[in-house]
Every structure is written in structure tokens, then in C-alpha cells.
């Protein structure tokens, strides 16, 4: 099994992201095949992921793509359920790009569901973590709509965004803890 796991670095009023700590701290995890942090942008992160995507694509191997990114104003750890087929971006990516309610995939449908339990999953991750529906508009959802893409045809393959809060609402230790606990449980469901 494959576990592809990012952050993201700063953006808008967003100078130090909490995910770039995390992602760091994750290196190196037994239970991550590669963890990196991610330009906040549409061609940066096309870029990045985009031989990831390709091989889970060509492949029947089990794929995880984790995502997280941060929620200024959120108060829990939020497992997203949903990536929508929109872009609508309140600001510019770090390269320009503020689309206006534009498909990421023009002819793709409205929405995907991650094929992951993700009520469950919160629920043994504890009382800090609960379940969302709206991952935003912004890059947060752009990520997670194509990674959802990728993997919604095959039955081990799977995307999961994680929202999390500012360090200040859920500590660095704690968000830490819940995201190796994740990975843990992840890594689990592919095995039983």
C-alpha cells in the first residue's frame, strides 16, 4: 500500500500553516510512503502530485492520498466527507489563479464521496475529530476533488482531506497524535 501524504505552505494571511509542522514532523513515518508539502496552487500541486496520480491511475495496488490543510476559523480536526467539482476562490493561489465558480473537471460530476468510513474513522480518532461536508472552495477542495477523482474507480484506492485548526485551538502534539493514529488505522483497514 501506498500512503501519499501533504501539507501545505503558506498563503493569503496564512504565513506559517500549521500542515507545513505536521508534514515535517511526519517524515520519516513508518506508515507514509512519501509526505510533502504542497505550493498553495492549482499548477504547483498538478505538479507535484501528478505522478502519483499517474500511477495510482495505471495501477491496482492499494493508494491513499491524505491531504491536510488548515481551517483559520475551525475548532475541531474535520475529516472532509465531499470534494466538489468547483473552484471558487475568495483569493488567488500563490501563482494568480482566482477562478469564479469554474469545474475542475468540466465534464466530471458535481461531487465525489471518499470511499472511506470516515464517521468511524472519527470516531476512534477521538473528541477533537469530527466529520465535514464542506471542505471549501478554495485549494483545500481543488486537491481533494482530484485526488478523489483518481481513486473513486478502484476498491483500494482512497482520498481523505483532513482539516485541521490553528495550534492555538488543537495543539501541535495533539494534531500530531491524531494524524499518526490515522495513518495507523489506514494502514490497518487495507490489511484486514
Known amino acids: 500500500m501506498k500512503v501519499i501524504v501533504t501539507g501545505f505552505g503558506q498563503f493569503g494571511k496564512i504565513v506559517e500553516n500549521p500542515t507545513t509542522a505536521l508534514a515535517q514532523k511526519l517524515e520519516g513515518n513508518a506508515n507514509a510512503t512519501a509526505v510533502f508539502v504542497l505550493e498553495v496552487s492549482a499548477d504547483g500541486l498538478n505538479e507535484a502530485l501528478a505522478p502519483y496520480w499517474a500511477e495510482a491511475e495505471a495501477s491496482d495496488e492499494p493508494f491513499i492520498f491524505l491531504h491536510m490543510g488548515v481551517s483559520h476559523k475551525g475548532t475541531a480536526i474535520n475529516l472532509e466527507q465531499v470534494g466538489y467539482n468547483v473552484a471558487d476562490f475568495r483569493i488567488p493561489d500563490m501563482r494568480g489563479w482566482e477562478p469564479a465558480a469554474e469545474p475542475i473537471a468540466p ?83 487495507d490489511e484486514a
Open 107 to 189: 465534464n466530471g460530476p458535481e461531487s465525489y464521496s471518499t470511499s472511506l468510513p470516515v464517521e468511524k474513522l472519527a470516531a476512534a480518532l477521538g473528541p477533537h475529530t469530527t466529520v465535514s461536508t464542506d471542505p471549501g472552495r478554495y485549494i483545500c477542495n481543488y486537491v481533494y476533488f482530484k485526488s478523489l477523482a483518481v481513486t473513486h474507480t478502484k476498491a483500494h484506492q482512497h482520498a481523505l482531506f483532513v482539516h485541521v485548526p490553528e495550534f492555538t485551538v488543537v495543539s501541535e502534539a495533539d494534531q500530531l497524535a491524531t494524524i499518526e493514529h490515522l495513518l495507523v488505522l489506514l494502514r490497518a483497514m
